[in-house]
Structures are given as C-alpha cells and as structure tokens.
C-alpha cells in the first residue's frame, strides 16, 4: 500500500553536507495524494531513542527540531512522491540511521501520526 525507500546517506566529515531522499510508492501512495498528510525524518542513533528530525505537512508547513535548525531543510515535490532532507554543517552528533515516515490516512488532522516507516539509511559524520 504504502512503501518509503531513503537514499543518499553515507560517511562524511564534520561541517559537510549531505542530502537524504525519500521516494514514496504503492498503489495508495501515488493514487490518493490528498491522504499524505504530512512526511518527516526521523533520526536514531546507538543507545538513544528515535527522535523527529524535521515534517512537511501536505500545505507545506515545516517543523524542525531545535539541534537542526538553520543546518537542515525539509523540502518536498508532491508530483514525484519524494521528500528531502538537506543537511548542511554536519556534526558528529548527527550521526545515526535516519529514517522517512509517512502521516497517510483518510482524513488529515492538525495532530500529526506518522504510520509507514522506510527501512533507514545510515549518516555517520566523523572528524
């Protein structure tokens, strides 16, 4: 129904950047575009909880956590069912497996539920 592929992660050091790409599929994905409600990155790195990254709701509103802001940039193109995520000034700390989710259901509200999960691509930011 519902498939989120990440790509664009790798190595890379500190003060570089990176930009991570999601690409959503399925039959329901690309046949009722009005029930993405919103897309995010979430991020988890070893021995810490999965935390939010960033969201783009369906009207183009933005959230990002504070540790990013001003260093990262949600950004998405609906025709393609593809989402980013730039990521400039990298720091050690932004290392972690990074994951896309989806917020896809009938009817889109205010609070967002992230429900379909990509399988995760690895950042790692070293010296």
């Known amino acids: 129904q519902v498939r989120l592929v990440e790509s664009g992660g790798g190595s890379v050091q500190a003060g570089g950047s990176l930009k991570l790409s999601c690409e959503g599929s399925?039959?329901?994905?690309?046949?009722?575009?009005?029930?993405?409600?919103?897309m995010g990155w979430y991020r988890q790195a070893p021995g810490k909880e999965r935390e939010l990254v960033s969201s783009?709701?369906?009207?183009?509103?933005?959230n990002t956590a504070h540790s990013v802001t001003g260093r990262f940039t949600v950004s998405q193109d609906n025709a393609k069912s593809m989402v980013y995520l730039q990521m400039n000034n990298l720091k050690i700390e932004d290392t972690a497996v990074y994951y896309c989710?989806?917020?896809?259901?009938?009817?889109?509200?205010?609070?967002?539920?992230?429900?379909?999960w990509g399988q995760g691509t690895q950042v790692t930011v070293s010296l």
């Open positions: 989710a989806a917020d896809f259901r009938y009817s889109c509200e205010r609070s967002l539920s992230f429900n379909y």
């Open positions: 399925g039959y329901s994905f690309t046949t009722y575009p009005s029930r993405r409600c919103a």
């Open positions: 783009i709701r369906w009207d183009g509103v933005t």
